[in-house]
């Protein structure tokens, strides 16, 4: 069975099921001009869109259409994690080609309402189409938060301490895999692969950082380490520096790079799409916080590095060297 | 000049110029992981999302930039009109293959900008990426309404008197143009060329129908007359009768139509993209609101049909034969 057989209002009545996670604050869901609800009481609304294109950020034959839709979600929601809100409606559009089948179609909404269902978020709507080439899917995703608990990107102050809420480069090297044909079962091997193809979204991790005084600069690292601590620089107008040895890297990754002789750090600073969070906090109150953050969440806030006036970009070495570095992330726009 | 010498972050601060007309009620527009505003104070959050594809909604050569994102936003902000709701804040995805033009992109944002400015809508974010085919845009626009103001589909009821706050087909007649390289220049043709290429939205027009009491229902005129008000029907769960000696035509489309042997209310009935307003209105309320509406618009609310308890899609010729008639409108996953 493919689109043609049960038309676009047969599919939208076959993907319709299982989005409504919240129905309370819902006042009309998919089957209306637009959908409508109510915004949590006092609160602002945060809005995020992301825009994913075949041959561009993914291969139809090289994923699943669960992991897809579980990706794509998730991508969305961590940029709702990075300003400290609380995700609570997604929109999905989706240009299909004739040649996609209804069965991954169907996966892929799987994958999105799996996500969704974890963090208590509506697929309350969207739009479907066709497409001559390419599938293409639009997620925007709207959440709230007090306005006095958003969280940015320009607000980094001197002597700030950087802070990551996870490992960095694990995923870089699950695209490697991937990109090389290389089998990932092993148990070093697929935590690896899963970081970079089921990210899930620092939600309650931002929510409990929005809450704490002292935390001043977020952000969630889609480009990579040193890109997106390169944006709160540029941003904030201050200077970073990060420390070789304590920017956090995995076991796994460890391995991985010691069997391709790869050097971890450049992974974790050239990588991307670790979704990670990266925080400046108060010198005087990180401690408190990292505690608070290990006792809630039974994993550290890893300290990797402080906000200068320098206005540089530096990376203290292990034997004390310091090295300038560059965002070396991905322009959108540099077609090659 | 193209998109590869300035690149993606250069794109981005060309095109966020004139993107806030309201700013009062933002408190993070483009540059962080995602958007922050205000809610309007207890009115519920409209959300519509549009995804336009290259060679299915438009052939780029066969369009101006201006006009394709004039258009773009006018469709999504036409479904929030048909909400009866304050059209808002405007997301915009784009994905661009690399022989598309920077000054086309420019004039895209250009379309946009000017109809946003006209309407006290906000460009507050959106997504910019790549794509090995096509141009892609997603529009996602979020707009306001009180609870007991939002107008739906599905509260027709019986012997309502159906309106349409415009002409009907005009729209279809400029596709006809369009496709067959007709010339539009005579005072004839242009308002049917522009009908199609630059609609308005009726959303003053659908805030008015939301604060009368006594309009039970409405949609927006995108698939066609006969489709659109084939959903109010099936989900209404009403019957429809429409006199063909009341549908709105222009006189522009009775020229056209005489001039190919066309029939104008074939035109109008199976045409589509009208981007006019349906409604049904209490059949005691409805000549006081369309006196009402023709004092404050100019423009007559016409007044086309009634809503049956027949369950059937009636048409009433001139000569008094009842024909019935289907929805013919546009099923995007009818691939040929």
Redesign the interface.
């Known amino acids: 069975m493919n ?2 057989d ?4 047969g ?1 939208i009545k076959r993907i319709s099921r299982g989005c409504l996670i919240r129905p309370q604050s819902v ?2 869901a998919i ?9 949590a009481p006092g609160e ?14 993914f291969l139809r034959d090289a994923t699943s259409g669960f992991n897809l839709g579980y990706k794509a979600l998730s991508v969305n929601l ?3 994690a ?2 400290g ?1 609380t995700a609570r ?1 997604a ?1 999905i ?4 080609p ?1 040649n996609c089948s209804i069965d991954f179609l169907e996966d892929l909404y799987k994958g999105m309402k799996r996500l969704a269902a974890e963090f208590d978020v509506n697929l ?11 599938l ?1 899917i ?1 997620i ?1 995703v ?2 709230s ?1 007090f ?1 006095k608990e ?1 969280l ?3 607000t980094a102050q001197h002597s700030d301490i950087i802070c990551s809420t996870g490992f960095l480069g694990d995923s870089r090297a699950g695209l490697y895999l991937i990109i090389n044909n290389i089998e990932a079962n092993s148990n070093e091997l697929k935590p690896l692969l899963d970081a970079h193809v089921i990210p899930k979204p620092y939600l309650r991790e931002g929510r409990f950082l929005a809450r704490q005084g002292g935390v001043h600069a ?3 690292v889609s480009d990579g380490l040193s890109s997106d601590i390169g944006h709160i620089a540029e ?1 904030s107008n201050v200077g970073i520096r990060l420390y070789s040895e304590k920017i956090p890297v995995s076991d796994n990754l460890e391995k991985f790079c010691a069997g391709f002789d790869f050097d971890p750090v450049e992974y974790a600073l050239a990588g991307g799409e670790d979704y990670t969070l990266l925080c400046t906090i108060s010198p005087d109150k990180v401690d408190h916080i990292a505690a608070n953050y290990l006792k809630r969440f039974r994993n550290p806030l890893y300290q990797i590095g402080e906000i200068t006036d320098s206005g540089k970009m530096e990376l203290v070495l292990s034997d004390g060297q310091i090295r300038s570095f560059t965002p070396s992330g991905w ?5 090659e």
């Open positions: 689109l043609k049960i038309g676009e209002f599919f006042i009309k089957g209306d001009d637009a959908a409508a609800f109510i915004p602002a609304i945060l809005v995020t869109t992301d825009l994913l294109v075949e041959r561009i950020h961590s940029d709702i990075a300003m809100g409606e929109f559009s989706i240009a299909v004739e309350l709507g969207g739009d479907t189409t066709r497409s001559k080439a390419d293409v639009n925007s709207l959440g938060a306005e958003i940015y990107r320009n977020v952000i969630d941003q322009d959108h726009f540099k077609y």
